[in-house]
């Protein structure tokens, strides 16, 4: 897994609450069997218009302002819905790196862990006032830095952010979570012995 | 101390226990779809694993496959390949699959507990956020993404997190004429939609005591719905009568033995959780969802929402946009609602009851001129064969409803029964996001007896008031 450790990028506002992952990535593009291949998908029925090609202009983050962004800012429970981890592929493949939400829905949280992408919780007047920042300053962008867990906006200004220690470690490592649990190994094999499953 | 049953089922499954890096779970049971595991297969080939304990996996194809005629090749190319590897898969790495032609073929949460594979007091994951379906049974079961499934094939265990507790109660009787769809539409109404989150519920009262094995499996399907990875009710006689004679039980106990043990996995008298929740059976009416998430729900005797009576900017902004992509004007009541389309099936209200609830409703009736189509799409082949055995089929066909093969089909729309730009749908499923059932259709969830009464009528009806023809 690519490692995260820090990273700077222009921040796109996606102001819903409760998107589901339905809306990041419609169900007609589930049918691929690969795990690359999702970013021209992402937010389909949003960002394009009803001949699928026509980037809908409605739609905030097709602004020629947010191209090239990798810090996606949004509301409460992002992520809800479906377990598909077609979701956080398809954000990948985008090139976002970093979600800042209110909430996540917990199935998805943990998928971006898996991914190499960095899910933040931020309290939701901080959440409004970047929202607010992000569109008053064109170009805006954010400096996250993982091992000292810190925002820094484009003043200087600094955001401290929480993380769980060891998605922390998983994600500055890149380490695989499989790897890890064979550690265990014996653990499993002496659990299955005496479970009656060996 | 007094246990809750998810204290006990966590307790009995840990491998390792670490909190700061996350603990071990085994996983006693894995059920795998099509279309969340190609990537978890191919991971183990790149990486050189194997699948630790295949036995212990079973695999359906449900998600893509046409509820027409089966004998007829899969006519969309890349639903065709998904198929296909599932079943190339399961052969290779020895994993028992029911494919689209077999008998035991469904839903994977439908036949889980159909086949006996899901057992009180077990852990179960699948690929699958419905994966909460099975903790009706007594089971601590919950959907993972499919990094998470490679990871259960190659060591049979999950790295997981102590989840908080919630006790969600609904105390008294449910009156006639509320199911349990109703039942967990106005809870996720109350707790909202992240009401749940980092949650495990316990659903428990008389209400739930009171309800059917099915029922319970359409109240804990939803538990994801409000945000709740997992859902449970602690096993009782019914949970035990239920699972009597399921071919997949264990063959070295007698049944009066195993329900002993699977009894043992309720929860303690005097338990405790972090969160309670209180509801009144005799409170909640038959429920209808308004919106584009399933928490915009209310009665079928309210109304569409008035924008400016909600309490604060968020809210009104998600339902002034709900509202926009339902095309609904503000205040309507929920009866006035005019119907094109019904859709009778899935995880949540595919199973045999359901259709016998749908059946009694629609006995004597025909639907009505507007609604264009009208599905049943029973939830594994052997609830479409029940449901043939009992004359069902009859009663939905001369009704004027298309009697289907069974899988996921409308519900989320990945074979070929979606809906159109502006269909509206009266749908049992469980998700009523913007686009779920077809791009630009619009879905309305409901109970199955409130969905067949709704293709009659063309317009959501009360189902409390509605004159059952030649019901027992």
Known sequence: MQPFTTHTGIVAPLDAMNVDTDQIIPKQFLKRIERTGYGDVLFFDWRYLDDGETPNPGFEMNAPRYEGASILLTRDNFGCGSSREHAPWALTDYGIRVILAPSFADIFYNNCFNNGMLPIRLPSETISQLFDEVRAQEGFTLAVDLPEQTLTKPNGETIAFDIDAFKKACLLNGWDQIGLTLRHAGKIDAYEKAHGLA | ?472
């Open chain 2, 1 to 472: 101390m007094a246990k809750n049953i998810y204290e006990k089922i966590w307790d009995y499954h840990l491998v390792h226990d670490d909190e700061a890096q996350g603990s071990l779970l085994y996983i006693d049971r894995h059920f795998v779809h099509e279309v969340t595991s190609p990537q978890a297969f191919e991971g183990l080939r790149l990486a050189g694993r194997t699948v630790r304990r295949p036995e212990l996996t079973f695999a359906t194809m449900d998600h893509n496959i046409p509820t027409t005629d089966r004998s007829r090749p899969i006519a969309d190319v890349l639903s065709k390949k998904q198929v296909e590897t599932l079943l190339a898969n399961c052969n290779e790495f020895g994993i028992t699959c029911f494919d689209m032609n077999d008998r035991r073929n469904g839903i994977v949460h439908v036949i889980g507990p159909e086949q006996g594979l899901t057992l009180p007091g077990s852990t179960i994951v699948c690929g699958d956020s419905h994966t909460s379906t099975h903790g009706a049974l007594g089971a601590l079961a919950f959907g993972i993404g499919t990094s998470e499934v490679e990871h259960v094939l190659a060591t049979q265990t999950l790295a997981q997190r102590k989840s908080k507790t919630m006790e969600v109660r609904i105390n008294g009787k449910l009156p006639l004429g509320i199911t349990a769809k109703d039942i967990i539409l106005a809870i996720i109404g109350k707790i909202g939609t992240a009401g749940g989150t980092g949650y495990v519920i316990e659903y428990t009262g008389e209400a739930i005591r009171d309800l059917s094995m099915e029922g319970r499996m359409t109240i804990c399907n939803m538990s994801i719905e409000a945000g709740a990875r997992a859902g449970l009710i602690s096993p009782d006689e019914k949970t035990c009568e239920y699972l009597r004679g399921r071919p997949y039980l264990p063959q070295d106990q007698s049944w009066e033995e195993l329900a002993a043990r699977w009894r043992s996995w309720a929860s303690d008298e005097g338990c405790s959780y972090d969160r309670t929740v209180e509801l009144e059976a005799a409170e909640i009416e038959p429920q209808v969802t308004w919106g584009t998430s399933p928490g915009m729900v209310t009665g079928v005797k309210g109304r569409v929402p008035v924008l400016a009576e909600l309490p604060d900017e968020n809210t009104r902004n998600s339902a002034e946009k709900a509202l926009q992509y339902m095309d609904l004007p503000e205040g309507a009541p929920m009866e006035s609602i005019q119907l094109n389309k019904i859709f009778l099936g899935s995880c949540t209200n595919g199973r045999i009851e359901d259709l016998r609830a749908a059946a009694k409703t629609l006995k004597g009736h025909k639907v009505h001129p507007c609604i264009e189509q009208a599905l049943v799409v029973p939830g594994s082949q052997q609830v479409k064969h029940q449901a043939e055995q009992e004359g069902l089929d009859q009663i939905f066909k001369e009704a004027g409803f298309e009697w289907r093969e069974a899988g996921c089909s409308m519900c989320l729309g990945m074979n070929p029964d979606i809906l159109n730009p502006g269909d509206r749908c009266a749908s049992t499923s469980n998700r009523n996001f913007e686009g779920r059932q077809g791009k630009g259709g619009r879905t309305h969830l409901v109970s199955p007896a409130m969905a067949a009464a709704a293709a009659v009528k063309g317009h959501f009806v009360d189902i409390r008031n509605w004159e059952f023809n030649g019901a027992e």
